[in-house]
């Protein structure tokens, strides 16, 4: 079959969505030679031209999201019935067809617009539909139409790539897509943190203005990343067991930084809590290797990078006890509610006296890295177009 493989956005500020992107296109670059598939990129930026091409992917350029699209998209969300009247094909179906392409895969967990191309489907998180208060996806109508969308794009996929039981429950639960059409591939160990080289990183930390020891959370200042329980955490360190400790944040503000920045500084915190804004890969690596624990309360899953990351550079990790998070951090974890602060302060406080614990879970941590990689989730979508190969060849192009 002749595949596009659709590279949305890339932009590295989208932090684990870029990650993650860039991380599964460089490995299907290296084991594309292995598929009888032929493959052409279809990229919607500039970035991403430039990285397929980088990776020696032929590529094809999706149309800029143009006004009159999103006005037809709006009418499609609010009006159903304008799905058959305004039908006409995506700017990304429109692309494949130029390119005689005759499936889809999404690498990415966006959503889009259902097309009659068979395609695959890549899910991350249906947050609005299993924390829909939040106002990242409730606000202003948001919920409605993330929701309309989802489920026309889901049901209509070939397949459906999930990374966990819990999340092939919730498509299932939500959306009502078949069984036989979901696939779980774990989401992959970043390579760049599996095979970071030896750097200046006590410098770095530095640098960024930090002493140790320090705590660790990577995650923009969304809502549901749940800053505000290690804040309150930090305070409970503090009064209950006799342990300041820093904490440095690292991510881009997408509407609570003030608040989190409001209540450390109502608990008097202002010293202990430093707010790094988005940083370089080199730094998140010394980060990383340089920190106490990586903890990460965030109330959305079933899976998440930054804790595979923290283990493959030798970090131990306290993560918020959400569905799929033992199943995706098994044993190699302290796993807590993430609606407690005062449980995150005692787990953190258990970890940091007990160096025995600790290194216990970075050996873990390491090993559960190391099995699951790029080249494991590429050649998991190789078996699903093998397998689908089948089918397309009943129909020819139209």
Known sequence: MRVGVFLAGFDPKRGGGYTFQSDVFRAFATEAASSHHTFVALCDSDAAIKFAVACGVRTVRVAIYAARERLRDVLKRELPISRRLLRRPSRIERAARKADVQLVWYLDGGVYEAMDLPY???????????HPWFPEVSSSGLWYGRDEATRFFLQRAAYVIVGTDAGAEEVREFYRVPAARLRKLPHPTP???LHAAAGQDKARVVQLGLEEPFLLYPAQFWPHKNHATLVLALARLRDKHNRPMQLALAGSDKGTLSYVRHLAKAHGLDSQVSFLGFVSQDDLIALYRRASALVYPSFCGPENLPPLEAFALGCPVIAADIPGAREQLEDAAILVDPGDPGKFADAINGLLSDQELAQRLINRGRARAARWTGREFVRGIFA?????????RSWADQ
């Open 384 to 392: 699903i177009l093998d397998a689908f190969e089948g089918v397309r």
């Open 120 to 130: 695959i489907a890549t899910v991350w998180d249906l947050m609005h539909r299993s």
């Open 191 to 193: 390579s760049y943190a």
